[in-house]
């Protein structure tokens, strides 16, 4: 199913939709069963440029855009929708900031390992009492001269567990709003840095989502993202652009759901015939194409201006909240038109409608994005 608004990335539609379908697909049910993805196919994402599509070719990138990312995160999540969020996370939570708001140095540094050298990155802002309030983080950094030392808790890492490189928000002045927030990039090697535990998820269970301690980590000033103190416009940036994944995420799962649903339900025969005979059959297929197509355009529509360097904010919040809410209908849907089986692990069905969940939670709740949607709506004129 394609926009006439794609049909300049057919070519690469049809590439890594063939790579997910004999790469990724095979493996999804080990990958949720076994709480991991294997480190060969990690290989190939990086070998195939997919973990640094939009990043120039300068700093080891595939020099591609970032609707290109868009249909990579979607088709590689119609396959496993924990490997589409390892790509996401590492790419725009990660790489993100660097590439936009990173020194010279910063991106010559990390960007090549990051882009094509195998290093996974992570996104460090939420802690157990800061979620959709970021200006709440607790996490601090001590101004130490040459270098800052950072201390704190955070939560629902995702990629944590593996990331070799974390953007790491922490405040360097002690405030009870978003001001004095700072970004830094942080080896994860660094002495003090450590996952403490693994969360046991609903779904995306592939991934590794971590609580991630730091214990007076010592960062370089060089180090710093930005202009200390002002990290929270690189994280609200970097989120911006994060949500588009997010979208394409569900997306993907979306599609996944719906392409089981309509094959399934043209082979099973109740009375006397296949149930996509059936009318009621008919329209939850129907809502399930249309919601589909929607989230496609909108998903396309807010890349389109994050390349051509146009506000997106409010379209990329469109696109989350539409997506992520039709992925958990589509879903829902369906388990119903499989009836007791889609109920089953037999089926990929269940794994679809468990993976579906988080994208209206992270990355900003479907809650928050409305918030987003209705501050953009007000201030224009």
């Given at each position: 199913?394609?926009?006439?608004?794609?049909?300049?990335?057919?070519?690469?539609?049809?590439?890594?939709?063939?790579?997910?379908?004999?790469?990724?697909?095979?493996?999804?049910?080990?990958?949720?069963?076994?709480?991991?993805?294997?480190?060969?196919?990690?290989?190939?994402?990086?070998?195939?440029?997919?973990?640094?599509?939009?990043?120039?070719?300068?700093?080891?990138?595939?020099?591609?855009?970032?609707?290109?990312?868009?249909?990579?995160?979607?088709?590689?999540?119609?396959?496993?929708?924990?490997?589409?969020?390892?790509?996401?996370?590492?790419?725009?939570?990660?790489?993100?900031?660097?590439?936009?708001?990173?020194?010279?140095?910063?991106?010559?540094?990390?960007?090549?390992?990051?882009?094509?050298?195998?290093?996974?990155?992570?996104?460090?802002?939420?802690?157990?009492?800061?979620?959709?309030?970021?200006?709440?983080?607790?996490?601090?950094?001590?101004?130490?001269?040459?270098?800052?030392?950072?201390?704190?808790?955070?939560?629902?890492?995702?990629?944590?567990?593996?990331?070799?490189?974390?953007?790491?928000?922490?405040?360097?002045?002690?405030?009870?709003?978003?001001?004095?927030?700072?970004?830094?990039?942080?080896?994860?090697?660094?002495?003090?840095?450590?996952?403490?535990?693994?969360?046991?998820?609903?779904?995306?269970?592939?991934?590794?989502?971590?609580?991630?301690?730091?214990?007076?980590?010592?960062?370089?000033?060089?180090?710093?993202?930005?202009?200390?103190?002002?990290?929270?416009?690189?994280?609200?940036?970097?989120?911006?652009?994060?949500?588009?994944?997010?979208?394409?995420?569900?997306?993907?799962?979306?599609?996944?759901?719906?392409?089981?649903?309509?094959?399934?339900?043209?082979?099973?025969?109740?009375?006397?015939?296949?149930?996509?005979?059936?009318?009621?059959?008919?329209?939850?297929?129907?809502?399930?194409?249309?919601?589909?197509?929607?989230?496609?355009?909108?998903?396309?529509?807010?890349?389109?201006?994050?390349?051509?360097?146009?506000?997106?904010?409010?379209?990329?919040?469109?696109?989350?909240?539409?997506?992520?809410?039709?992925?958990?209908?589509?879903?829902?849907?369906?388990?119903?038109?499989?009836?007791?089986?889609?109920?089953?692990?037999?089926?990929?069905?269940?794994?679809?409608?468990?993976?579906?969940?988080?994208?209206?939670?992270?990355?900003?709740?479907?809650?928050?994005?409305?918030?987003?949607i209705a501050a953009n709506e007000l201030k224009e004129v």
């Amino acid at each position: 199913m394609q926009s006439i608004f794609e049909a300049q990335y057919k070519e690469l539609r049809d590439l890594v939709a063939k790579f997910s379908d004999s790469e990724v697909a095979p493996l999804a049910h080990a990958i949720d069963h076994d709480g991991k993805i294997p480190e060969a196919l990690i290989n190939k994402l990086f070998e195939n440029g997919f973990m640094g599509s939009y990043i120039p070719e300068e700093y080891g990138g595939a020099g591609m855009d970032y609707s290109s990312y868009a249909i990579i995160v979607e088709e590689i999540s119609r396959g496993c929708a924990s490997t589409g969020v390892l790509i996401s996370a590492h790419t725009s939570l990660c790489m993100w900031p660097i590439l936009n708001f990173g020194t010279a140095e910063q991106k010559s540094k990390y960007l090549p390992s990051l882009a094509s050298g195998g290093m996974i990155g992570c996104f460090c802002l939420s802690e157990p009492n800061a979620g959709s309030d970021p200006g709440g983080l607790s996490t601090f950094a001590e101004d130490k001269g040459d270098h800052y030392e950072l201390s704190g808790v955070k939560n629902w890492i995702t990629n944590g567990r593996d990331a070799g490189l974390a953007i790491v928000m922490a405040k360097t002045t002690k405030t009870n709003d978003h001001k004095g927030i700072t970004a830094f990039i942080v080896e994860t090697k660094s002495a003090g840095f450590s996952v403490q535990k693994l969360e046991d998820k609903l779904g995306i269970k592939g991934s590794s989502t971590a609580q991630i301690w730091l214990d007076k980590v010592k960062v370089p000033k060089e180090n710093v993202i930005g202009v200390a103190g002002k990290g929270f416009g690189v994280a609200l940036s970097t989120l911006d652009g994060g949500r588009i994944g997010i979208a394409a995420q569900a997306l993907g799962i979306a599609e996944a759901a719906f392409r089981y649903a309509k094959n399934y339900s043209k082979q099973r025969i109740q009375f006397g015939k296949p149930i996509s005979e059936l009318q009621a059959i008919q329209f939850m297929l129907a809502d399930m194409s249309t919601k589909i197509a929607a989230s496609r355009l909108l998903v396309m529509n807010a890349s389109y201006l994050k390349d051509n360097k146009l506000p997106y904010a409010k379209e990329a919040a469109q696109a989350k909240l539409f997506a992520s809410e039709s992925c958990m209908s589509i879903t829902t849907k369906a388990i119903q038109v499989l009836g007791g089986n889609g109920y089953s692990k037999e089926y990929p069905v269940e794994r679809h409608f468990r993976d579906a969940k988080i994208t209206e939670i992270y990355e900003g709740t479907s809650e928050i994005q409305r918030i987003v949607i209705a501050a953009n709506e007000l201030k224009e004129v």
